[in-house]
């Protein structure tokens, strides 16, 4: 079998001084940085046992699908399924899964560990967004949890309907369009095409942010999980291409500015480390002047993951994506006429018939064994993470702490034992001193 091997850059953070220098992304050997790899790097698919050779890389897909399919009749076995783990987990880096459990025991000690949403690999993308400081991560996560809350996002894929979507895509073009090379969903947004004005016509600021929002949300809970299906490994990020032809300074009006930074502030802050590699293609002289004004908003982790291209920048993304799943207006091969378009298509393992039963299969344990409570909305903690064994944890958790709490109480009453022998033997001395001071005056009387 094929096994892709993916090169990529190592992004290299630096600290920046103590003073408050602002971090630079560099490349490596240029002094002492943090460095992270692409977030996938410890969840790869195990090597498979070569026993037959697969008659074709479909075939290979189609037995891994069969499994789960073939006990749709006993739903709670494929909750518990190891091979379901593994696919959809892979191996965890044994240092990141020390520090997730330190920071997952001290929420839970503080009372501040959500019931959703505090899975592996969530806790895991806010402690890396904030390089494994746990104090930066923990106050990160929990005003995450505070906006989840305040604007519904629990609810937000069963209630809000976007029943604009398509006008919206005429006046601002983008979506899911296939896969790269390892298996991660593209998305592309071609900027110098958008229609603000007309936009603004067919739908509001604050929908197409909600919009946006949901658009996240259905990543995270059926995209990854898709494509982690079909990849045979864990998926968590995104491979993003923004088409700026003819995009300047005059592109960026007073909404448009408003729009960039919302969304711009919902990703960095609430989805962080979900994006793999953005290419900025198309980039002229106008462009990049706006660019020394928006790159001051970004941090450097994401930085580093950014390339600015102008006209020639297909062997760049070729080393990423494979002309078949980029749009013949990208310089691709695929034109989706049968969806009016690439970005209209949502092309993608997603769409997959098979996979979207294995990922209602999965749903339905949840629910018979009542512990997703979604509503049936296959969620990433759910896919991602065996509940049982969350919740096990959780009560390992507990335990371990009232184990503490009771030793300390122990170790408290024995030292107050020994103050109060103290005091006794104390006492005692007293008593003794006393009598032999009463003896003295006797005799000094006779």
Not at 32 to 51: A, G, M, N, Q, R
């Amino acid at each position: 079998m094929n096994k892709l091997k993916e090169t990529y850059r190592d992004i290299i953070i630096s600290r920046g001084s103590e003073e408050g220098e602002e971090s630079t992304a560099k490349r490596s050997g240029e002094w002492t940085k943090l460095k992270h790899p692409p977030i996938e790097t410890y969840w790869l698919f195990p090597p498979e046992k070569e026993d037959k050779a697969p008659s074709s890389s479909k075939g290979g897909i189609k037995s891994l699908l069969n499994y789960p399919i073939k006990i749709r009749d006993s739903l709670k076995g494929i909750g518990r399924s190891k091979s379901m783990q593994v696919v959809l987990q892979g191996a965890r880096d044994p240092k990141d899964e020390q520090l997730v459990q330190s920071f997952r025991e001290m929420l839970l000690l503080e009372g501040q560990l959500p019931p959703k949403r505090n899975d592996y690999h969530t806790l895991l993308r806010f402690l890396r967004m904030r390089d494994f400081d746990i104090s930066k991560s923990k106050e990160m996560f929990l005003n995450y949890l505070k906006w989840c809350a305040d604007y519904g996002v629990d609810t937000i894929l069963k209630e809000f309907k976007f029943e604009e979507y398509a006008e919206v895509k005429k006046f601002y073009p983008h979506g899911y369009h296939g896969v790269d090379k390892f298996g991660r969903p593209i998305y592309i947004e071609r900027i110098g095409m958008v229609d603000l004005n007309a936009l603004l016509q067919v739908t509001t600021v604050e929908r197409f942010i909600r919009h946006h929002v949901s658009e996240q949300e259905k990543t995270l809970s059926f995209r990854y999980p898709s494509c982690s299906i079909a990849a045979k490994r864990h998926i968590a990020s995104t491979t993003s291409i923004l088409d700026v032809t003819g995009v300047g300074m005059s592109n960026f009006s007073k909404p448009a500015r408003y729009l960039f930074m919302e969304i711009l502030k919902i990703d960095c802050n609430y989805y962080p480390e979900t994006l793999h590699r953005l290419f900025i293609i198309n980039a002229g002289s106008a462009f990049r002047m706006l660019w020394k004004v928006v790159k001051a908003f970004l941090d450097a982790r994401t930085l580093a993951k950014i390339q600015v291209l102008g006209s020639n920048y297909l062997s760049n993304m070729h080393e990423l994506i494979d002309p078949s799943n980029l749009p013949s207006f990208l310089g691709g091969n695929c034109t989706c006429s049968d969806y009016g378009g690439c970005l209209f298509s949502d092309k993608g393992p997603w769409n997959n018939p098979e996979i979207k039963e294995v990922l209602q299969a999965v749903s339905a344990t949840e629910e018979v064994d009542t512990l997703g409570g979604n509503g049936g909305e296959p969620s990433e903690m759910g896919i991602v993470q065996d509940q049982e064994d969350s919740k096990y944890e959780e009560n390992r958790i507990r335990n371990k702490l009232a184990s503490e709490k009771i030793a300390a109480f122990e170790a408290a009453l024995d030292e107050t034992k020994m103050k109060i022998e103290a005091l006794a033997a104390a006492l005692e001395d007293t008593k003794m001193t006393l009598k032999g001071l009463a003896q003295h005056i006797e005799d000094l009387k006779n």
